[in-house]
């Protein structure tokens, strides 16, 4: 098991950062019959993001 002994230094201002959760974006798919509901506490920052798509539509080339 290794580990290591490195602290904060106290004396270090404090900061406020936002902190993502790890790993993939979550997507949720698309349903007009339900919202999205996020619950998270009081304090805490929930950002998210809306895709769409834009009204032009291409075809793929063929070969």
Known sequence: MAGTRMAVD????QVDRF????GEPY??????RLPV???A????EVRYRIW????EM???EKG
């Open 10 to 13: 106290p004396n270090t201002p």
């Open 19 to 22: 902190v993502a959760l790890g």
């Open 27 to 32: 997507l949720i798919r698309y349903n007009s």
């Open 37 to 39: 509901v996020v619950y």
């Open 41 to 44: 506490p009081e304090d805490v």
């Open 52 to 55: 769409s798509a834009g009204s």
């Open 58 to 60: 291409k075809t793929m």
